[in-house]
């Protein structure tokens, strides 16, 4: 067998869409499975399979096991939303299969690129082995307290009732209470306007009064959120497949491609005023959605439109 066959078979094992094997595949025998899975990839989707099957069990047991964890990576690769019954009772069936979970647990603690849905059959379990394999996702957002908890925080949507998970879960929710009232967003209150809040975020979509055909011929959105480690963003792009500007937390000189200059969030206004000078274009008012109600989401609306 080929190692273009192999490479091409592991990308199709890690990719995270679900692996695209069918068992009326002839071209899947043992003498396959065996090549695929001496790889030292590290991935832990590719890791799952490799502990669910064994190369050294027999062709007919390794072959059944190697389509066992097909079907649990296929598992782990469903559309339905992240909170729906599918998901969840999904889920609750991979943690049920003590062959399944054990790999979870093995590839979750020693894999790379783990996938949220591995975590979440860990907390659908909850048993003190899973909760191991668990730490060191959580220990890593909480020292690091960057959008890692947002991401981790979506798994108490499917945790077991158990104190170990209650009490990590907790720790992860107090983490990103602590981060968000902090953030640099809610400085921009008082620079908006509208005084000390406890929570800020809108965002802003709007374009140019020139058009081009059906469209604004530059389009822009941006957003501010204190409940989020990447709080700011501003996005301008000019005319389809034309070079585009985005500024953010992390910015260098590579996102400014229109040469629009570092974009302050206390100045955005002004900002994007020169930006409008530079591009040869007014701004029309957009459409904005915020947690600002009555005269302070009117005030946030005046303050954006002074560009």
Known sequence: ????????AIEV???RGGPRFSRNDRSITAAFVRAVLRSEVRDARYLLLQLVAPVELADT????????????????????AWGSKQRRARFRSLAADPTILAAI????????????????????DGSDASIDALIPHLGSAL??????????????????DTPRVRALLAELEAAYVDRNSKSP???????????????????????????????????????????SARWFHVYISPERDAPSSHYG???SAEDDRLGLGVCDPAELPAWLARAATRLQIHWEPGWLSTSLRGKKRERLMAWLSES
């Open 13 to 15: 094992i890690t990719d």
């Open 185 to 227: 967003a809610l400085a921009l209150g008082s620079i908006i306007g509208i005084g000390v809040v406890d929570e800020l975020w809108f965002s802003y979509r709007f374009g140019s009064t020139e058009r081009d055909e059906h469209a604004a011929r530059v389009q822009a959105s941006l957003g501010v959120d204190s409940r």
């Open 143 to 160: 020292d690091s307290r960057d959008a890692r908890l947002e991401w981790l925080r979506a798994l108490s949507t499917h945790a077991a």
């Open 249 to 251: 937390v992390t910015w």
């Open 61 to 80: 047991d390794l072959m059944r096991a190697w389509w066992n964890g097909i079907d649990a990576l296929k598992s782990l690769s469903l559309t339905y």
């Open 105 to 124: 647990q093995g590839a979750a603690a020693m894999g790379e690129r783990v996938p949220r849905d591995m975590l979440a059959v860990l907390v659908a």
């Open 1 to 8: 067998m080929t190692e273009l066959v192999v490479d091409r």
